[in-house]
């Protein structure tokens, strides 16, 4: 049976809809979207009529102006006539002028992506994700790399925007990618080093990067993140990829920074597999590596001064004291700095983070202390020379019971701690401090060299044997 002979109830059933609805469309000979009349009278009374031409010389004066800035304005100079509730229908009018009479507005426009093409670097703070490692609180970044036609990516923790961070993780990221794009492209990066008077140079240390790897460095215009907008969307779906694997593990803490980064590292793994059509058209027309990497480090000639210490991109580093008035090489590293010396390796601890902070190990100037005990009271450094806060507490409690001799007494037991076993001595302190005895020095010598293991507390309940009676009556019946 065609269309044209169906009752007009089926036909309008077919349609989804009422049968007088389908007989008025039937009558009128027309489709229901020619049928709508666009309504451009209001149905209730404007209440910002009369002050709408002092709303619309403010917003042409200052196109930015907020409608709630102005719908406050209007409440203050006009009391009591315009209530909170109102404020949608000013919104409404101004978004409606603004799309009639407003200015332009900025255009941006798609881009068609090229394999092997362009890649886009920079880094994101992770901190919002509360991680913690054992317990504690990790902040960091991850230093993100993006191909921008495949969107395949790699990306790795690390603690700063630095050089050093930013040097390692593009060149872990091209080496795990295997060959090289045609472009490097980062907004303004402090770790590009952005130089001259209008700070639009790129710095030396990252162009012989650029060089070594036959790399064209790009960026994008200042204060135009969208510029860089493969990796600026992609850093929000990475911080809500991890957000809901964390959700689905169940758990934000670490047992160490190993596990976190294999948990980075499996997710990022999992998302480029999903990529692979287009990745490996992207990877057929990349560019061969460099025959090596470069060093992921930049040196530093530095004297070593009177105070033991090194100057090494503006924070302050501890040198074993026999280096005063030598020249020392300073290798930066990513997350930690080395000392050099004669071709040797003499020290090494973590990097800091910022600037105009200081990193004292007491082991560097302990001797020095102990024959100086009256330094030690207004030491600029004397903060780094607890090294927990058990040893904090020591000093406070030698502060409170012979303020005369604390720092001598103090600084007599923090250097047998740097010459024999600091955590030894920490458990000797802390033994003392818990059971509110004197500490003195032989005592504590003793406890650290000769440690009670006492056996730990185990609370064995003793079991219920009527319970066992009664279970044995039920097991015999």
Same mark, same amino acid.
């Given at each position: 049976?065609?269309?044209?002979?169906?009752?007009?109830?089926?036909?309008?059933?077919?349609?989804?809809?009422?049968?007088?609805?389908?007989?008025?469309?039937?009558?009128?000979?027309?489709?229901?979207?020619?049928?709508?009349?666009?309504?451009?009278?209001?149905?209730? !009374?404007?209440?910002?009529? *009369?002050?709408?031409?002092? $709303?619309?010389?403010?917003?042409? /004066?200052?196109? +930015?102006?907020? =409608?709630?800035?102005?719908?406050?304005?209007?409440?203050?100079?006009?009391?009591?006539?315009?209530?909170?509730?109102?404020?949608?229908?000013?919104?409404?009018?101004?978004?409606?002028?603004?799309?009639?009479?407003?200015?332009?507005?900025?255009?941006?426009?798609?881009?068609?992506?090229?394999?092997?093409?362009?890649?886009?670097?920079?880094?994101?703070?992770?901190?919002?994700?509360?991680?913690?490692?054992?317990?504690?609180?990790?902040?960091?970044?991850?230093?993100?790399?993006?191909?921008?036609?495949?969107?395949?990516?790699?990306?790795?923790?690390?603690?700063?925007?630095?050089?050093?961070?930013?040097?390692?993780?593009?060149?872990?990221?091209?080496?795990?990618?295997?060959?090289?794009? !045609?472009?490097?492209?980062? *907004?303004?990066?402090?770790? $590009?080093?952005?130089?001259?008077? /209008?700070?639009? +140079?790129?710095? =030396?240390?990252?162009?012989?990067?650029?060089?070594?790897?036959?790399?064209?460095?790009?960026?994008?215009?200042?204060?135009?993140?969208?510029?860089?907008?493969?990796?600026?969307?992609?850093?929000?779906?990475?911080?809500?990829?991890?957000?809901?694997?964390?959700?689905?593990?169940?758990?934000?803490?670490?047992?160490?920074?190993?596990?976190?980064?294999?948990?980075?590292?499996?997710?990022?793994?999992?998302?480029?597999?999903?990529?692979?059509?287009?990745?490996?058209?992207?990877?057929?027309?990349?560019?061969?590596?460099?025959?090596?990497?470069?060093?992921?480090?930049?040196?530093?000639?530095?004297?070593?001064?009177?105070?033991?210490?090194?100057?090494?991109?503006?924070?302050?580093?501890?040198?074993?004291?026999?280096?005063?008035?030598?020249?020392?090489?300073?290798?930066?590293?990513?997350?930690?700095?080395?000392?050099?010396?004669?071709?040797?390796?003499?020290?090494?601890?973590?990097?800091?983070?910022?600037?105009?902070?200081?990193?004292?190990?007491?082991?560097?100037?302990?001797?020095?202390?102990?024959?100086?005990?009256?330094?030690?009271?207004?030491?600029?450094?004397?903060?780094?020379?607890?090294?927990?806060?058990?040893?904090?507490?020591?000093?406070?409690?030698?502060?409170?019971?012979?303020?005369?001799?604390?720092?001598?007494?103090?600084?007599?037991?923090?250097?047998?701690?740097?010459?024999?076993?600091?955590?030894?001595?920490?458990?000797?302190?802390?033994?003392?401090?818990?059971?509110?005895?004197?500490?003195?020095?032989?005592?504590?010598?003793?406890?650290?060299?000769?440690?009670?293991?006492?056996?730990?507390?185990?609370?064995?309940?003793?079991?219920?044997?009527?319970?066992?009676?009664?279970?044995?009556?039920?097991?015999?019946?």
């Amino acid at each position: 049976m065609s269309q044209e002979k169906l009752p007009l109830s089926t036909l309008a059933a077919k349609a989804g809809m009422d049968v007088k609805t389908a007989r008025k469309y039937l009558r009128a000979g027309r489709l229901p979207s020619q049928m709508k009349v666009l309504r451009d009278w209001r149905t209730r !009374e404007d209440p910002f009529a *009369d002050v709408w031409p002092e $709303a619309e010389a403010l917003i042409k /004066e200052s196109p +930015d102006l907020q =409608a709630l800035t102005i719908f406050q304005d209007l409440q203050r100079r006009y009391p009591g006539r315009f209530q909170d509730g109102q404020l949608r229908t000013l919104q409404r009018r101004i978004r409606i002028w603004r799309g009639l009479h407003g200015p332009d507005q900025e255009v941006f426009f798609p881009q068609f992506h090229y394999p092997g093409k362009v890649s886009q670097s920079d880094f994101t703070w992770m901190n919002s994700l509360d991680i913690t490692i054992a317990g504690q609180l990790f902040p960091h970044l991850l230093y993100h790399f993006v191909l921008t036609y495949s969107n395949w990516e790699y990306a790795e923790v690390c603690f700063s925007e630095s050089f050093e961070s930013l040097s390692r993780g593009l060149q872990n990221g091209l080496w795990t990618l295997g060959g090289v794009p !045609e472009t490097h492209r980062t *907004d303004h990066l402090g770790a $590009a080093k952005f130089g001259g008077q /209008e700070q639009e +140079d790129f710095g =030396a240390h990252y162009m012989a990067l650029m060089r070594h790897y036959d790399l064209t460095p790009t960026k994008n215009n200042p204060g135009e993140s969208h510029e860089n907008g493969d990796i600026e969307q992609a850093h929000y779906r990475l911080k809500q990829r991890v957000d809901q694997a964390l959700l689905l593990r169940g758990s934000r803490d670490f047992s160490n920074r190993t596990d976190y980064e294999r948990f980075i590292r499996n997710i990022f793994n999992a998302k480029n597999r999903n990529r692979s059509r287009r990745f490996e058209q992207e990877r057929a027309v990349l560019r061969l590596l460099p025959l090596y990497r470069l060093d992921d480090h930049r040196d530093y000639k530095v004297p070593v001064g009177t105070w033991s210490t090194v100057r090494v991109a503006h924070n302050t580093y501890s040198v074993p004291s026999r280096l005063i008035r030598h020249e020392v090489t300073a290798r930066l590293h990513a997350d930690y700095i080395e000392i050099h010396f004669a071709g040797q390796c003499v020290c090494s601890m973590e990097r800091l983070r910022g600037t105009g902070k200081a990193r004292i190990d007491y082991r560097h100037i302990i001797a020095s202390l102990v024959r100086k005990p009256g330094a030690f009271e207004n030491y600029r450094y004397r903060e780094e020379m607890f090294p927990s806060t058990v040893f904090r507490q020591t000093y406070d409690r030698l502060v409170h019971d012979d303020p005369k001799h604390a720092s001598r007494r103090y600084l007599e037991i923090l250097e047998w701690a740097a010459m024999n076993s600091e955590s030894a001595m920490e458990g000797s302190l802390k033994q003392l401090l818990d059971a509110g005895e004197e500490l003195d020095f032989d005592t504590l010598v003793e406890m650290s060299e000769h440690p009670v293991n006492e056996p730990p507390d185990i609370d064995i309940p003793l079991p219920n044997m009527i319970a066992y009676d009664e279970l044995l009556k039920e097991v015999a019946v």
